[in-house]
């Protein structure tokens, strides 16, 4: 068996295990193969801590390292403390045995509680690869680093440490309706023998890892650069270093899919760059724009399975923004955050099969558009 299949079967036991998140899951994939690290935002109690418990849990003799981070916690808590018996003899080397530098999956949850005392740190880390303290510097063998909040951070500061963070995926509570399979699963993840689960080696992950780096990505660059001058013509900041990295997750999307070539279907991973919650729709509308042109049999399962609206959802998402402009004491940015909002709800209506439906949802849009129109 290939490492690829390997990683994909890890990939789908982790899937089966947690119920609804496969889109999740699936990015973590592309992260790791990627070399690019994730942030999961969402409430306690969404598995957040258990995907990524399980996953690394497949990763085969691989030293695994995860901590939840206070206000106070130091940075002996992360990285290690100093070596005793080298700091005697006038040496500052840390002991970092068990911890984070020696790790091959990092999980940091409540990560924006990080203070000043291991920021830059964790910073380098987290960018570079390299963890600095001192005169002690050396490589960091993590293939991926995954944190987690329930909240975005406001300070300036912390908005450096998201920005580390190339992917960035909201983890919900699952649909009501699919609560029987999660009991089902969650019971069977609870009695699963261990010698059972799908593994991977951190050597093999490197390997695909490095080949991935030999994806040709020339046939969708001109629609890349194209969506990218889109996006920052509508106010989504992607820098120049961000667009470079976000390349290795439209290559390890086409690798995962066992090409050779990117197509326009790997472009879906840019559905996940946000800054804000008030961009994920947006991105998603202008996304999902350009994958339902590619009709490719080779294309991303994500990038299909993402591209279906829901007629029903839809309608509760015009329901929830009516009811809020009714409420009033808008300020003029959440007034516009609204109407592009509703900009991608009216887009993706014109999607539905159902000409029923349709016709209903675009009525319900065209009112509300008429009520906007009546307040200004």
Not at 81 to 105: C, H, Q, W, Y
Not at 107 to 116: G, K, M, T, Y
Request: net charge negative; glycine share 4%.
């Amino acid at each position: 068996m290939t490492a690829i299949d390997k990683l994909n079967n890890v990939l789908t036991a982790v899937k089966e295990a947690f119920i609804g998140k496969e889109e999740i899951v699936d990015l973590l994939g592309i992260c790791l193969v990627a070399k690019e690290n994730a942030f999961l935002l969402g409430p306690p109690g969404t598995a957040k801590s258990a995907i990524i418990r399980l996953l690394a849990s497949c990763i085969e003799d691989g030293k695994n390292f995860e901590y939840l981070l206070t206000r106070f916690t130091e940075p002996n808590e992360i990285f290690g403390p100093f070596d005793i018996r080298k700091l005697k003899e006038g040496e500052l080397i840390t002991n970092t045995e068990g911890m984070m530098p020696e790790a091959s999956v990092v999980f940091l949850d409540e990560i924006f509680n990080a203070n000043s005392a291991i920021l830059n740190s964790l910073l380098m880390a987290l960018n570079e690869r390299v963890f600095r303290r001192g005169k002690e510097t050396r490589k960091l063998p993590a293939l991926m680093f995954v944190s987690a909040s329930n909240i975005l951070p406001e300070d300036e500061t912390l908005s450096a440490l998201l920005d580390r963070f190339l992917i960035r995926v909201r983890c919900d509570y699952v649909d009501p309706d699919r609560l029987e399979e999660v009991l089902q699963a969650g019971w069977k993840l609870e009695n699963v023998d261990p010698s059972e689960k799908p593994a991977i080696r951190p050597e093999e992950i490197i390997a695909l890892q490095q080949q991935a780096r030999l994806v040709d990505l020339s046939p969708i660059r001109k629609q890349f650069v194209d969506l990218v001058h889109n996006l920052r013509n509508t106010g989504i900041k992607v820098s120049d270093r961000r667009a470079v990295k976000i390349q290795n997750l439209i290559a390890a999307s086409a690798f995962m899919c066992h090409r050779t070539e990117a197509n326009v279907s790997d472009l879906w991973v840019l559905k996940y760059i946000w800054d804000t919650e008030e961009q994920i729709e947006i991105l998603a509308g202008m996304v999902d724009a350009i994958l339902k042109k590619e009709n490719s049999a080779q294309a991303h399962p994500q990038a299909i399975n993402n591209g279906i609206p829901n007629a029903e959802e839809l309608a509760k998402e015009v329901g929830y923004l009516q009811n809020k402009w009714t409420r009033g004491g808008l300020s003029f940015e959440e007034q516009n955050i609204i109407k592009d909002k509703l900009r991608y709800l009216q887009t993706r209506s014109n999607w539905l099969q159902n000409q029923e439906h349709k016709q209903h949802l675009q009525s319900e849009i065209e009112s509300l558009w008429h009520q906007m129109l009546q307040t200004i």
